[in-house]
């Protein structure tokens, strides 16, 4: 199994800003997801991020608005770049793991 | 590509008693899994459980089981005894095997209430 921390669990940003979210995972994973859940929503992929080269970003998400870091085999970083209104969500990492998917516990971000 | 639906937005049960929750997919692949996640109002997305697809036997955990049906691709989650714990968001899911990327699909979701 497969243990994911995320920082922050909850931030309130302005328009306009950007907001790094941080995810830990307690194991050496070779790809790492982030997703976004808007409210009421299924999970959308935003990107697949594999260490030690660019992510992949799905249709409708790109790189200079959701910049992915994949420094190492336990780390990621996704940051929400200018920040506006519609990006309020919950934004979740995940690992895929013998054959099953782990969450972190999102990050809970609302634009002003 | 892959589709997962889930067509029943909301359900309830009485306490004690046993609901099912409905989940068809559309796939042209031979080799994948099956899962139903479940998120409680706190938000973490916890796996419940897995089904898959070479298998003909049903997966069971506890109070959870499926009925996998895998030429009608329906693959149902029935939860027996509900309990007040199991109010939360379900997800049904499907994974291509292998998954090399995006080859996770998610349902949008039943939101089940336990009724005490």
């Known amino acids: 199994s497969a243990v994911i921390s995320q920082k922050p669990s909850r931030d309130i940003c302005q328009r306009g800003t950007s907001l790094t979210i941080q995810c830990q995972v307690d194991?050496?994973?070779?790809?790492m997801f982030w997703y976004r859940q808007q409210p009421g929503q299924s999970l959308t992929l935003i990107a697949t991020?594999?260490?030690?080269?660019?992510?992949?970003?799905e249709s409708g998400f790109v790189i200079d608005k959701f910049p992915i870091s994949r420094p190492n085999l336990t780390f990621s970083t996704l940051t929400v770049s200018n920040m506006s209104p519609e990006d309020s969500s919950i934004y979740l990492c995940?690992?895929?793991?013998?054959?099953?998917?782990?969450f972190g516990p999102g990050t809970r971000l609302t634009v002003t | 590509a892959q589709t997962v639906t889930q067509s029943q937005p909301e359900m309830s049960v009485q306490e004690a008693e046993t609901v099912t929750l409905s989940c068809t997919y559309d796939?042209?692949?031979?080799?994948?899994?099956l899962f139903w996640y479940k998120q409680p109002p706190s938000r973490q997305m916890i796996l419940v459980i897995r089904?898959?697809?070479?298998?003909?036997q049903n997966a069971t955990e506890n109070r959870f089981s499926v009925n996998f049906q895998k030429a009608a691709k329906s693959f149902s989650l029935k939860i027996s005894d509900s309990q007040l714990g199991d109010t939360a968001m379900y997800f049904c899911?499907?994974?291509?095997?292998?998954?090399?990327?995006?080859?996770?699909?998610f349902g949008t979701g039943t939101s089940l209430t336990v009724i005490p």
């Open positions: 995940s690992v895929s793991l013998s054959y099953e998917q782990y």
């Open positions: 194991s050496q994973v070779t790809m």
């Open positions: 991020a594999n260490q030690g080269s660019e992510a992949t970003y």
């Open positions: 796939t042209s692949e031979n080799n994948y899994y």
């Open positions: 089904q898959e697809a070479y298998k003909q």
């Open positions: 899911a499907f994974m291509k095997l292998p998954n090399t990327g995006n080859q996770f699909y």
